[in-house]
């Protein structure tokens, strides 16, 4: 495993820890089966993040999680982060977007999955 897979797969632990607290053990401890409109989500949200629109993404990340706040939405909500956390900060500047506010996001959808 490279440097770079070593750093993403700190990222992605650094995510769910965040969003799923003390429920957080490892993540193969989860099985998680998307519906199809978890998966139109997921990949819509993946798609903007790939094409500059990070506000936009979390605006859709946080609008579907208004109306679905079930694990299988936080664990989108953790992809998202965790893209986000792959980028660099001058990535994340470029897209109007900081690293303050990708950790003030995270608390957010982990504050509003708290709320279901």
Known sequence: MGLVDRLKNE???????ELLGKKYSDLDDFDI??????????IDVKRLVLEHKINEAED??????????????LFIA????TM????????????????????????DAKAMFSKS
């Open 33 to 42: 089966v998307y519906s199809p409109n978890e998966e139109f989500i997921l």
């Open 84 to 107: 986000l956390m792959d980028l660099s900060d001058e990535e994340l500047r470029k897209n109007n977007f900081s690293r303050g506010e990708v950790k003030e996001g995270m608390k």
């Open 60 to 73: 859709v990340l946080f609008a579907s999680l208004e109306k679905n706040r079930s694990i299988n939405m």
């Open 78 to 81: 953790g992809e998202f982060y």
């Open 11 to 17: 990222n992605r632990e650094l995510v769910f820890k």
